[in-house]
């Protein structure tokens, strides 16, 4: 009870979801699994409850070490959220620090006995924080967990490492892959796909109810444009969801079977087929247990891997992942992999991908998969929008978040199209 008026603390609820959405990543949930805290909220409040999570989550760094010299001792951890969601309010998002210290006050007192203790300290350091904005501009980007940062370092140097850092605290833009003919709105990428400007709603894009269109991020678009499906063409996507490639693959004419192990997922990639008005076969099942009736003439295999290519749009991934299981992740590619090729016709193809940043879910595994499979060949990544450079020594195409800075970035990927050995080319 607020004591001086004897009802209830006024509590933004928004703000509020936000805050539980913080605690549940802090425990280990995934931001999309957070997000269900929220789930009461009406869509508007629901989208803002996230974004201000995920802000937060892109900058805990900065925003501890902008705190640290206001705080005496570090506070309870729900509390240190709290503090943590209101710095980011006032000194990223330009939020109005009036209006963020009462919210932020208001929390406190909600969250029980120690919250209410806790809201007079809450108020005295909200206060001053907005005079730390040239400190907090002075700030480097939240660093990429030691796990990740080491390897990443090794594989290109410390300024690619803090050029990724930059790109992951801006976060994503939202992009389309259109239909062929069809016509996509905003503005047109290198490689062909559309990107939007920041806080696009979907559904009311034009061309969402025509089904013109899907969301997919420019780097995931590439893995189908290097495979260049034809027409008639019988080609399985292994471990389909979300669907955006599947949803390519079937806009180009081709047979499409969709393989992947969680039925809920699929649903997903029905949903959009039907907007768009695609035909493909859904499986739900193991990958590596599932075999055509006849050898197949294409395979894209999106792997399942550690992620770190996408910490753009999924900012939770540093704070939940330890590194641990990255070999596991690296065997099972290579099982997919291996499966992937036997299921191809002679001289077929057989696009592997990971959204990693990690050579041992890329580059390595590429050169593997070469040593084992002798007359495996790689074709040669010539898409619109590719720089030289992206390309490596073997022929694989390595995308990062700091590519196209000017544009806004793009999600980490590797990418590698084979041709099994045989049969005409």
């Known amino acids: 009870m607020d004591k001086r008026h004897g009802k209830p603390p006024r509590v933004d609820e928004v703000r509020l979801a936000a805050l539980r959405i913080l605690q549940a990543v802090a425990t280990g949930a995934t931001l999309d699994e957070a997000a269900a805290v929220a789930e009461a909220l009406p869509p508007a409040g629901r989208a803002r409850a996230r974004r201000l999570a995920a802000e937060t989550l892109r900058r805990v760094g900065r925003a501890d070490?902008?705190?640290?010299?206001?705080?005496?001792?570090?506070?309870?951890?729900?509390?240190?959220?709290?503090?943590?969601?209101?710095?980011?309010?006032?000194?990223?998002?330009?939020?109005?620090?009036?209006?963020?210290?009462?919210?932020?006050?208001?929390?406190?007192?909600?969250?029980?006995r120690k919250g209410q203790a806790a809201a007079g300290m809450v108020n005295a350091v909200l206060r001053r924080v907005p005079a730390l904005a040239d400190e907090w501009a002075a700030l480097e980007p939240q660093r990429m967990p030691e796990w990740l940062r080491g390897p990443v370092v090794a594989q290109w140097s410390e300024d690619v490492a803090r050029a990724i850092e930059t790109a992951h605290e801006a976060g994503p833009r939202l992009d389309l892959t259109a239909r062929p003919g069809a016509a996509a709105p905003g503005q047109g990428?290198?490689?062909?796909?559309?990107?939007?400007?920041?806080?696009?709603?979907?559904?009311?894009?034009?061309?969402?109810?025509?089904?013109?269109?899907?969301?997919?991020?420019?780097?995931?678009?590439?893995?189908?444009?290097?495979?260049?499906?034809?027409?008639?063409?019988?080609?399985?996507?292994?471990?389909?969801?979300?669907?955006?490639?599947?949803l390519q693959l079937a806009a180009a004419g081709a047979e499409v079977t969709a393989i992947d192990i969680s039925d809920t997922r699929l649903q997903r990639v029905a949903q959009n087929l039907e907007r768009c008005g695609l035909q493909a076969a859904l499986v739900a099942g193991d990958a590596l247990e599932w075999r055509p009736d006849t050898a197949l003439d294409a395979v894209l295999l999106d792997a399942p891997c550690s992620a770190t290519g996408t910490i753009r749009r999924h900012p939770e991934l540093p704070l939940i992942r330890d590194g641990a299981g990255l070999a596991d992740l690296a065997a099972l590619q290579a099982r997919l992999l291996d499966h992937a090729l036997d299921l191809l016709r002679p001289g077929g193809r057989l696009v592997f991908a990971t959204?990693?940043?990690?050579?041992?879910?890329?580059?390595?595994?590429?050169?593997?998969?070469?040593?084992?499979?002798?007359?495996?060949?790689?074709?040669?990544?010539?898409?619109?929008?590719?720089?030289?450079?992206?390309?490596?020594?073997?022929?694989?195409?390595?995308?990062?978040?700091?590519?196209?800075?000017?544009?806004?970035?793009?999600?980490?990927?590797?990418?590698?199209?084979?041709?099994?050995?045989?049969?005409?080319?």
Not at 88 to 98: I, K, N, Q
Not at 190 to 201: F, I, K
């Open 65 to 112: 070490a902008a705190l640290a010299p206001l705080l005496a001792r570090r506070p309870r951890p729900d509390v240190m959220w709290l503090l943590r969601l209101a710095t980011v309010e006032m000194l990223a998002l330009s939020e109005a620090p009036h209006g963020v210290v009462n919210a932020a006050v208001g929390l406190s007192r909600a969250l029980g």
């Open 355 to 425: 959204c990693s940043l990690l050579a041992a879910e890329g580059e390595d595994q590429l050169a593997a998969a070469l040593a084992r499979h002798p007359g495996l060949t790689v074709e040669h990544p010539g898409l619109p929008g590719v720089a030289p450079e992206w390309i490596t020594p073997q022929g694989g195409l390595r995308l990062r978040p700091d590519h196209w800075p000017e544009l806004g970035g793009m999600d980490g990927f590797f990418i590698a199209c084979l041709r099994k050995p045989g049969g005409a080319t």
């Open 189 to 246: 990428l290198p490689n062909g796909s559309w990107r939007q400007p920041a806080g696009a709603q979907v559904t009311a894009l034009p061309g969402y109810d025509r089904g013109e269109w899907w969301v997919q991020d420019a780097a995931a678009s590439m893995a189908v444009r290097l495979l260049d499906p034809q027409a008639g063409e019988r080609i399985a996507d292994l471990c389909a969801a979300p669907g955006g490639k599947t």
